[in-house]
């Protein structure tokens, strides 16, 4: 099988996998990085969110032979390194609004949320309640209300 080389939360790694297996199993299964969540396989519930590049991204969307050995894959796990701290602010955020429920779509609603407030900023303004309801993380016990207090708050220190 061929092999596949990229980064992953600042290390490089190399798989050896079939071209069009999704970067999700590659993550999960080869690798043993289980922060992105499988949800629905298909690009549509974003509990596998994750970053490429800086960019918020599905990974069970992505072929892993889409991938070359300069992208940087960043997961919940890689978070916290990218601010140098202990915890990222947004995932300290999270925690002071006590957000989680069962926690399942948790590590995916953390990166959209960082990533929508990196991009924001980029723009080089506020965000607004039509960005958060732009984001379209599934949560099935519901904590979007908590969710977005706690982006807001997370935005405030990054
Ligand atoms: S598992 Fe990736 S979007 Fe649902
Ligand atoms: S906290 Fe349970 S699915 Fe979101």
Aim: glycine letters at 10%; hydrophobic letters at 40%.
């Amino acid at each position: 099988m061929p092999e596949y080389t990229f980064r992953v939360n600042g290390a490089q790694v190399t798989v050896d996998v079939a071209g069009d297996v999704r970067l999700l199993w590659v993550l999960r299964d080869l690798l043993g990085i289980t922060g992105p969540k499988y949800g629905c396989g298909i690009n549509v519930c974003k509990a596998c969110t994750s970053h490429l590049n800086g960019k918020a991204v599905n990974p069970c969307a992505i072929p892993v032979s889409a991938l070359r050995p300069t992208d940087e894959v960043t997961t919940i796990e890689g978070l916290a390194a990218t601010s140098g701290q202990d915890l990222h602010p947004m995932q300290r955020a999270w925690l002071e609004h006590d957000v989680a429920q069962c926690g399942y779509c948790q590590p995916g609603q953390i990166m959209a949320a960082v990533a929508l407030v990196r991009r924001v900023a980029a723009e080089g303004r506020e965000i607004t309640d039509a960005d958060l309801d732009g984001l379209r993380n599934i949560c099935r016990c519901g904590t979007y209300f908590r969710i977005r207090e706690a982006i807001r708050a997370g935005a405030e220190n990054m």
